[in-house]
């Protein structure tokens, strides 16, 4: 009889204890996974995505490797790493970020150390090995130089404006510049989002036109130049992107001037172009389902600059817009968390996250349909890659910590008092209050030089 009374007791407790453990699990869950779900779920769907058209795009990095879960196991540790980077950004208060100049800085001078100790990766140096690992710097730049153009803006008070304007402009000019010179489509692209942030910023409109007449005049002169320079001298040494550049606008406009059997034959200049014309071809309205692409195995950047391309092949034109509207929906939630947030600095940081997500997949995915010359730019966080892929997800962990902080402020207006809060948030409450006084101690002093 005891025992029996000793086992029920015992089983009692069982239960209470699983229950304890579901319950502090779920809250764990609640406390680390917070922010839009809006933007959470469109980021579990496209990492799906990624991975079902990685392991069937990388068929040819397979065949080098004989390796057939090698490249798949390599980007799911990316995909991991790279939700630990947005649970750590998304729990880190937006006003931490101002400090992303730092990052800038530091972005910089390996920007200027790449020519000299980087590595070349089909024919561009663009990366750098640190201890092991490779990055790029340029991605660091890009997110750098975004967060601190949305902090100079939240600093305007109408005093300052001409001088911070100075600054912005000047940052986007070196960084911008740097990059060119061997990702000409990263500096536009990282150019046109911090401009397009200036026009949110309520920077005067005279000085973004000033801005817009000079940038066209550079871009006609720019054009102007790859027309006139020789082909000699772009063979080799610090000319040689400038051929590569010179061989895009010459595909991209050339069957214009060809004849039908010629625009129709496959040859070294458009072969890339050609077989992403097939692979949407052969897609159709469905698709041939993941798997069943056979154009993987002919596209060199299949699982990179192409997979727009291959996703069409596979899941066909509903597949194709799905992902599109994925990217719409991620620019549409951020224009909402924006115009919910308080203080101007989430609300740019937040827009310029979305503005340099969305448009980089928009570039990847008009390549892909041949509706602009070749730019090298991968699909945000479906592409195979290292850095860019972390780095994606710090755009998505951005836009989760201005959601968080800059919205949470309207949510707890409502009078509470002291003894009724938890000891979380009044620990919160009171990091919070402490950093804001020091916000409206500290000055942000710029000199004119």
Known sequence: ?????????????????????????????????????????????????SLVEIFSATSTIVYKQQNQWGPILRHTMFLIGGVGVIILIHNIPYRYFSSLIFVLIASIILLLLTPVIG?????????????????????????SLMGTIAFLLSKQNGTNDGVLFKWMIGLMVVVC???????LSTAALLFVVCFLLMFIGNVKLIRLLKVTGTGI??????VVLLKVIPTDWTGSGALSRVGTWQNRIAEFGSHKEEAEETYYTITDENYQVAHAKIAIANGGIIGRFPGNSTERDFLPQAYSDFIYAIIIEEMGIAGGIFVLLLYIIILIRAGMI???????????????????????????????VNLIPVTGQPLPLISRGGTSLLITCAYFGLILS????????????????????????????????????????????????
Request: aromatic letters at 10%; a negative charge; glycine letters at 6%.
């Open 402 to 449: 201005a959601d968080r902080f800059g919205i949470g402020k309207k949510k707890e207006e409502a009078p509470m008092d002291e003894t009724d809060r938890p000891d979380e948030e009044k620990d919160e409450g009171t990091a919070v209050e402490t950093i804001d006084k020091l916000e409206e101690k500290v000055e942000f002093k710029i000199i004119q030089v």
């Open 1 to 49: 009889m005891l025992d029996k009374i000793k086992n029920a007791f015992d089983q009692n407790n069982f239960q209470e204890d699983l229950e304890n453990s579901k319950s502090t699990i779920g809250r764990l869950g609640v406390k680390i996974f917070k922010g839009d779900k809006v933007v959470w779920l469109v980021f579990v769907i496209l990492c799906v995505i």
């Open 217 to 222: 005049a550079f871009i006609v002169l720019f």
């Open 177 to 183: 510049g740097i990059i060119a010179m061997d990702n």
């Open 119 to 143: 590595t070349t990766v089909n024919g561009a140096e663009r990366w750098i090995s640190i201890f092991g690992f490779t990055i790029q710097p340029s991605e660091i730049a890009k997110i």
């Open 338 to 368: 924006a115009r919910k947030t308080q203080k101007l600095f989430p609300k740019y940081l937040v827009l310029g996250s979305a503005l340099m997500l969305s448009m980089q997949a928009f570039i990847n995915m008009a390549v892909a």
